[in-house]
């Protein structure tokens, strides 16, 4: 993927979740919330069924970051995220990415993380990634 290390670029990627790695993400984090794993206890709650874990949606921003752009040799600072809406499996997402500035003295850059709809283009998800990359920035 060849982006320009610049302010105002931007990039995106395609991706979705299945049950099974929604159970897979249970099992690891223990978070075993019926939420997310009970399609019976989820039609009881506002969301009507099951809804991704809010920090499993969010793991779509460290594998672009630290796999695509920047990429190799990227190191996360920091991260915000508001949750705004639900996401449901087998739901084709659109994480979308802007360089907000950069600080090339000390190879940091900023940069806007957003996670849509693909069918509905509703926000999901958006925050801030602060990420050191020497290379890059």
């Known amino acids: 993927m060849q982006i320009e290390p610049v302010v105002d670029s931007t990039f995106d990627h395609l991706f979705k979740f299945t049950q099974e790695q ?77 360089i907000v500035s950069i600080n090339p003295a000390k190879h940091i850059a900023e940069i806007s993380t957003e996670i849509y709809d693909a069918t509905t283009k509703k926000i999901a998800v958006r925050g801030i990634a602060t990420m050191v990359n020497e290379e890059k920035f």
């Open 22 to 98: 929604v159970q897979a993400f249970a099992e690891l984090t223990g978070d075993n919330n019926p939420v997310h794993l009970d399609a019976e206890y989820a039609a009881t709650t506002q969301f009507k069924k099951p809804i991704i874990h809010g920090m499993l949606g969010i793991t779509v921003f460290t594998k672009v970051l630290g796999t695509q752009f920047p990429g190799f040799g990227s190191i996360y600072l920091k991260q915000t995220v508001e949750f705004l809406r639900p996401m449901y499996v087998e739901t084709e997402y659109r994480a979308v990415f802007k």
